[in-house]
């Protein structure tokens, strides 16, 4: 069936969305809105009904509902002070008084203009970023016939080359991104358009950028660290040889990035060029939501000072933009584990999972919540799933299993392989165990070996080994030294109020006032996250 109704056309059966005959393409969430809508027309639709409706097997807040109406009224043109269609009624739920009709047989194609050659046009969410103004109308950024074509020619080669390299293929007809946290990048199928869709003007930047991905996507070539310096290398060919080619901008933002995030390099350099790279694809590409994932890490990192607020806008935006990017779910578990937000980090964890269920490190996000709510044996199952026993060893400790704790952690630290994958996460592991064990002299040993690693301080993830430490010295009798490091774990991207509020690890503390003021201060900070995150 096809609904008329002013300006609007909506083919329920071909889920098309279009304004004066130009197709529109709407988050698939508000489309079903609408069409729930014009099916109960002119009548009083309450919240929860909506909620059952969109949502009828996943527990979600009315601010998921509130997102996707004001998206509505966005695409509709309407004002929720001044409404034409959609009328709230304050309390109860929404009205739609649009005056609709039906043309069973007719099917509505997009305008393609011999001048213009548009296909469906995205329609964002407002933006975030200076003049990069995202459309917010039919009139929105078009693709010319070139992009076209390289569409057609993109879609043709990925599917050749997934057969035998497991380069990137499309899956829908968003832009979206290719990318999973933290590295190295794997891409589902629904992320792979956006190889497809990039909107290169030269074929030979194409080729660069086509490169650069696969070494990015392909898992078992020379190394992360080699794949990434030629991605880089391949990623400024791709911008050297077409500058208004947004996606390797973005792409190199990402890339450095991981630098950034692992502390290794010139970190305050390339965090530079990295935020500036990133929104350069914006400028170019207002829907680019991988340069919104990028902004989002650096916000979240220790160079960009722990915005967490402008981390969660970016990440939100990207999700406006593409809701099935994997990488935006997964980064805003990871923020919301750091913060202490736990239920809301699982949800995303999930989603991510869901979303792309070959990698792994959103399962690890949900690993951490589980253990900060205190569902140890939960969290040790799931690790010991994922990964080897040595990386589980505190889950397995926490959970009661001390033996095969101490086991797994000793087969890792005999495994010259272990050692290297794992680094300053296994040595944190053996100080936690030695420290209970009550080998006190062997435990510190460990623990000023870690801290004298010179690079670590500027590592992201430090955060959760110096948490780790402050707990081998809280069960070592050592008060000063373990809120020291609970102390610089907080400020260093992990004040997570519940975990340090409730950790039975930190019971000699709590009476400790440098502990008190500690978690006092968690606890004001944690108020403002469940505000405003």
Known sequence: MVYFFAEFQVDDAEFHFSVEGERIQLEPKVLRLLIYFIENANRLVRKQELLDALWPSTMVTENALTRVIGLLRKALGDDSQNPRFLHTIPTAGYRFVADIHTEPERRVAPSLPPDAGDSAVILPAPPTHGDAALPSTAGSRRWSFVAAAVFVFAVALLLISRMTRHLPQPASSSPTRAEAYPAPITPTASDRIHLATAQARNPVAYEAYERATFLIFNEVSHGDDVNYSEASRELETAIRLDPQFAEPYAMLAQVLQRYVHHGTGDVRAEYARSYLLANKALALNPQSSLAHDVLGELHSDKEGDFRWEAAVGELKMALTLNPDDALAHGLLGAIYVKVGLLDHAIEQAD??????????????????????????????????????KAAC?????????????????????????????????????????????????????????????????????????????????????????????????????????????????????????????????????????????
């Open 393 to 533: 060893a505190i889950y397995l400790w926490e959970s009661g299993q001390r033996d095969e704790a101490w086991t797994a952690l000793q087969a890792g630290l005999q495994n010259p392989e272990m050692r290297a994958s794992l680094g300053y996460d296994l040595m944190t592991s053996e100080a936690f165990l030695l420290a209970h064990k009550g080998e006190s002299a062997e435990a510190e040993k460990v623990i000023q070996s870690i801290l004298k690693s010179v690079n670590l301080k500027s590592d992201t993830f430090f955060a959760f080994s110096e948490y780790r430490l402050g707990e081998a010295y809280a069960a070592m009798g050592e008060e000063t030294k373990a809120i020291d490091l609970l102390e610089a774990s907080s400020l260093n991207g992990f004040p997570c109020y519940p975990w340090y509020a409730n950790d039975p690890e930190l019971a000699q503390l709590r009476a400790n006032p440098r502990f008190i003021a500690l978690i006092e201060r968690l606890r004001r900070q944690y108020e403002v996250f469940q505000k405003t995150l």
């Open 351 to 388: 989603i991510a999972h869901h979303l792309d269920p070959s990698f792994n490190i959103y399962t690890g996000e949900k690993i951490r919540a589980l253990e900060y709510q205190q569902h140890f044996l939960e969290a040790s199952d799931l690790c010991v799933t994922l990964a080897h």
